[in-house]
């Protein structure tokens, strides 16, 4: 889970940084991250303080949203800054510091993507089984859920650190898999039980409703799929390049470039901009809650009107999800 290289990060880089803090490409990335960076921490603090200050939002589901905004805030204030200064400045860690950055930046990058997971899970239990969920799924559960997503994440983290000088790719494949296939896995199996249970409860509405049903259907089952979509590919286009990048590089050290290593690695690091934006704006309490600390309660409270309505689709993807 960290750099490419499983002894020396950036080792691929070392021949392009060490010409020059001026390198082109460092230059980019060391800009990226930067923006990465602020808006990682600005995001997922909001999160944070919107949880702390509104009761409406302290729900189970929450609970992972804040745990995942922890992780990534961890990345923004751990692994990003030691991963920009060594681009920039080409000065190769020490392995007593090089454990800790690969530790830090494992144990992160485990524990958002399992944070993930276990979102789309509790998801997918809340919205098939709502008549026992709220009995079945406590609070109490979801701390003690998280508990054990960190416990799982140092854990592999540390397996890196005492399984240091494995050769590749005994521990790439086992953090490939662990880690990201089956992740994604069990996100596609949720998510693709939420949105037939979406468009059952859409198809439900439309029986009872006046009106063109056949447009609101379509309209229905068309945020749907646009949310899902929303969710899973962000997931995959911040983290398949990095993991796909590792596959290679386990099997064959020569076929990696430094390119390709420095835009794998902002790129799994701006999934730490997209979580809050999609696990937290897509839900309105959430959004209220931001516009309320960015410009006061007299400018987002407002009453709503007659007409507006909320779409049942919305209710079970975007305000829940």
Not at 29 to 57: D, E, H, P, Q, Y
Not at 149 to 158: E, R, T, Y
Not at 176 to 202: G, H, N, W
Request: positive net charge; charged residues 15%; hydrophobic residues 50%.
């Amino acid at each position: 889970m960290n750099h490419t290289n499983t002894t020396n990060p950036g080792a691929k880089l070392n021949d392009s940084v060490t010409s020059g803090i001026y390198d082109p490409l460092n230059i980019l990335s060391f800009s990226c991250l930067l923006l990465i960076m602020t808006m990682t921490l600005f995001g997922n603090a909001l999160v944070i303080l919107a949880f702390k200050r509104n009761m409406k939002i302290r729900t189970v589901t929450n609970y992972f949203v804040v745990s995942l905004a922890v992780a990534d805030i961890l990345v923004a204030l751990v692994s990003m800054p030691i991963w920009a200064a060594y681009l920039m400045s080409g000065v190769s860690l020490k392995e007593v510091f090089l454990k800790v950055w690969t530790f830090m930046d494992i144990l992160c990058g485990v524990a958002s993507i399992i944070n993930l997971t276990a979102i789309s899970i509790e998801r997918y239990f809340c919205i098939t089984y709502p008549l026992n969920y709220h009995t079945t799924m406590t609070s109490t559960k979801a701390i003690t859920t998280i508990i054990i997503i960190w416990i799982f994440s140092i854990i592999m983290s540390s397996l890196k650190i005492i399984l240091w000088e494995w050769p590749p790719p005994k521990y790439e494949l086992m953090i490939v898999i662990s880690c990201f296939f089956v992740p994604l896995l069990i996100m596609c199996i949720s998510y693709r039980f939420i949105f037939k249970t979406a468009r059952f409860q859409a198809r439900q509405i439309a029986l009872m409703i006046k009106g063109n049903v056949k447009n609101f259907l379509l309209a229905s089952e068309m945020r749907a799929a646009k949310t899902l979509a929303v969710v899973m590919g962000a997931f995959v286009i911040s983290w398949g390049p990095f993991f796909i990048i590792n596959i290679v590089y386990g099997f064959c050290d020569g076929c990696v470039t430094e390119q390709s290593v420095v835009v794998a690695k902002w790129m799994h690091y701006s999934n730490s901009v997209f979580n809050p934006i999609v696990y937290a704006c897509m839900n309105k309490e959430f959004r209220k809650a931001f516009c309320i600390i960015l410009f006061g309660r007299k400018r987002c409270c407002r009453p709503r009107g007659r007409n507006e309505t909320t779409d049942q689709t919305e209710l079970t993807l975007g305000a829940n999800i």
